[in-house]
């Protein structure tokens, strides 16, 4: 099955400034990888999504790049501000399979 | 609110003692998938459902899970027999149309088992 890694567990960043995560997946038939946020206590919410078609997507200060043949994505948060502190999780996911395999996360802490 | 619910938000219970949780999909959402998180990891995934049709389970998964979607809608996932170890939140989500959608997670049923 899928196995998918996630870097760093934990980040902490100046308000203002970048934040990058980073994640590697396993199976050559993933094609859909979105991207989670969880605030404490509350459900996952989707932030952003990219499938293998494209190589990139950005969607206001939120990106997220693919590279099918490293097997690795990224999500790139520009102009972080207090409430992007979360923890955000990668995801991948193959057609016909269904089912979501989730990296173990990443804590952003964003320093005002 | 038209988001995905569960019921209970948490529950406590002691060891050797059977669970049921209820997850209510968004309205239409033909797919339903159920997920267990523990401290400091993402979500796991448990099982799945299309319409009322289980298919697929997690190895995750074992005898003492049992999960239900008899009409289609809600869904339900029993434990028994609760041990220690199945203490973690779980997670509902649903999504509609081709596979792979996005999946909209509930907000969670917390498990403590004492």
């Known amino acids: 099955g899928e196995n998918v890694e996630q870097h760093p567990s934990t980040l902490s960043v100046q308000e203002g400034d970048s934040a990058v995560i980073k994640c590697t997946y396993s199976d050559s038939a993933s094609n859909y990888f979105p991207w989670y946020k969880q605030e404490l206590g509350k459900r996952p919410q989707l932030i952003i999504d990219?499938?293998?078609?494209?190589g990139e997507k950005k969607d206001q200060r939120i990106a997220v790049t693919l590279n099918k043949t490293a097997k690795h994505f990224s999500l790139h948060i520009t102009e972080t501000q207090p409430e992007d502190s979360a923890v955000y999780f990668c995801?991948?996911?193959?057609?016909?399979?269904?089912?979501?395999?989730f990296g173990a996360g990443t804590t952003v802490t964003v320093r005002a | 609110d038209t988001g995905v619910s569960q019921d209970p938000r948490h529950k406590i219970t002691k060891r050797g003692q059977n669970v049921t949780f209820r997850c209510d999909p968004i309205?239409?959402?033909?797919?339903l998938y159920w997920y267990r998180q523990t401290l400091g990891q993402g979500p796991e995934f448990l099982t799945y459902?299309?319409?009322?049709?289980?298919?697929?389970k997690s190895r995750l998964l074992s005898d003492r899970f049992s999960a239900e979607r008899p009409k289609g809608s809600f869904s339900t996932l029993e434990i028994q027999r609760t041990e220690q170890g199945d203490s973690a939140m779980y997670l509902c989500?649903?999504?509609?149309?081709?596979?792979?959608?996005?999946?909209?997670f509930g907000p969670g049923t917390r498990l403590l088992v004492l």
């Open positions: 989500a649903s999504s509609s149309g081709q596979p792979l959608e996005t999946q909209y």
């Open positions: 309205s239409e959402h033909n797919r």
């Open positions: 990219i499938r293998s078609n494209v």
């Open positions: 459902f299309q319409n009322e049709a289980q298919l697929e």
């Open positions: 995801a991948g996911g193959a057609t016909g399979d269904y089912k979501l395999s």
